[in-house]
């Protein structure tokens, strides 16, 4: 039955995906944003024929203002925004107070407006941290915050356990479940990319000159925004406190460089194919912020499994393959990469 749908920040790859999808299915949606000024006639400009299914709120995650309107004839939320930067703070509180802050105020305003369903974007990050001995991962692990993490680790962890403890105690009757994407990939809108878009595009352009000794857990922007629609679509029984993680596949970087190759000969003559030693890392690390990002990561399978979500939601996840071509032939087609 098509309902009112609250998507916190429709600016972003992973909102927009999910607006796209709500609308597509009939629903209607308020979206949040942090500059209306600045952002509604893009909005606007992607769902032209949307008219009044599509309301655009101005609310930040630090302050009250705007949520209660936002949430006003809403059976469920989807709480999307969180910060998502593409380099380190020096203070891990500049994004962990705004993504623990925010999911709470997002889930006080929608208690006090009755929502039914909270669907909460949380992240691989609350699951696959903080365990150095550890190569697999499913649904029941959770990050461990003692061991020191990153702070956009930090923050996706503490704001996912605020979030169920607040609920436990304040908010039991609410239908409350997280999604956990890994990298998330796939067709692009804008040339304002996600942190997780920004590799793709990184390897392709030809601004990483040799392939790092690391991996990463592959999901498809599609995927992860059905996967939403699916939690707040789902029977209450199904979804009330899952916490579902959004993971095709784990691989190494060299493998997403084959097969970009494979998949897109075309525009793939400028990624590497030679291989960057471990040494080498650790060597310019201190100086390079992107090698110091990276140089606990070298040689490390963390392997995070979506199997769960598939079985509990009823669908199967795009091949990486598929989603890795797709980012890059949007990628091109829009523009963003000039080969
Ligand atoms: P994104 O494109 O950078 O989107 C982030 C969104 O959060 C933007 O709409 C941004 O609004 C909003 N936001 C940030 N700080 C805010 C604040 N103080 N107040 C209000 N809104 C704020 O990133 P994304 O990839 O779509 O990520 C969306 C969510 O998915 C995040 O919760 C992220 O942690 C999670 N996630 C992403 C990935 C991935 O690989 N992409 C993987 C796992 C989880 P502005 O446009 O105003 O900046």
Not at 303 to 316: A, N, Q
């Amino acid at each position: 039955m098509a309902m009112r749908v609250l998507v916190t920040g429709g600016t972003g790859y992973i909102g927009g995906e999910v607006i796209d999808q709500l609308l597509e299915r009939g629903h209607s949606v308020n979206t949040t944003v942090r500059n209306k000024a600045k952002s509604e006639a893009r909005l606007r400009a992607r769902w032209p024929d949307a008219g009044e299914r599509l309301t655009v709120y101005q609310a930040d995650l630090m302050d009250d203002a705007g949520w209660a309107e936002a949430n006003a004839g809403c059976a469920a939320v989807a709480h999307v925004a969180s910060p998502f930067p593409l380099g380190v703070p020096k203070n891990a509180d500049e994004l962990v107070i705004p993504a623990r802050e925010g999911t709470l105020r997002a889930l006080r305003f929608a208690q006090e407006a009755g929502i039914v369903r909270f669907v909460q974007t949380s992240s691989a990050a609350a699951i696959a941290y903080g365990q150095p001995d550890k190569t697999h991962f499913d649904y029941t692990d959770w990050t461990d915050l003692t061991a020191g993490v990153p702070p956009y680790i930090e923050s996706k962890t503490v704001a996912e356990r605020a979030a169920r403890d607040w609920v436990a105690v304040n908010a039991p009757e609410l239908e409350f479940c997280s999604i956990n994407p890994v990298a998330v990939f796939g067709p692009v809108h804008d040339d304002d990319l996600s942190t997780s878009v920004e590799i793709v595009k990184k390897l392709i352009d030809g601004s990483i000159p040799l392939l790092p000794n690391m991996g990463i857990c592959v999901t498809d922007v599609r995927d992860v925004a059905k996967m939403h629609v699916l939690a707040i679509e789902g029977p209450a029984a199904k979804v009330r406190g899952q916490r579902l993680p959004a993971s095709e596949k784990f691989l190494w970087i060299s493998e997403m460089a084959d097969v970009a190759r494979q998949r897109v000969p075309e525009y793939t003559t400028k990624v590497p194919k030679r291989k960057m030693p471990d040494f080498l890392v650790r060597l310019i690390a201190p100086f390079v912020p992107e090698m110091k990002q990276i140089k606990d990561e070298l040689g490390h399978v963390r392997d995070v499994s979506g199997k769960h979500s598939e079985e509990v939601l009823g669908f199967t996840f795009i091949p990486a393959e598929q989603t890795i071509e797709d980012t890059i032939r949007s990628l091109v087609a829009r523009r963003i990469v000039n080969l």
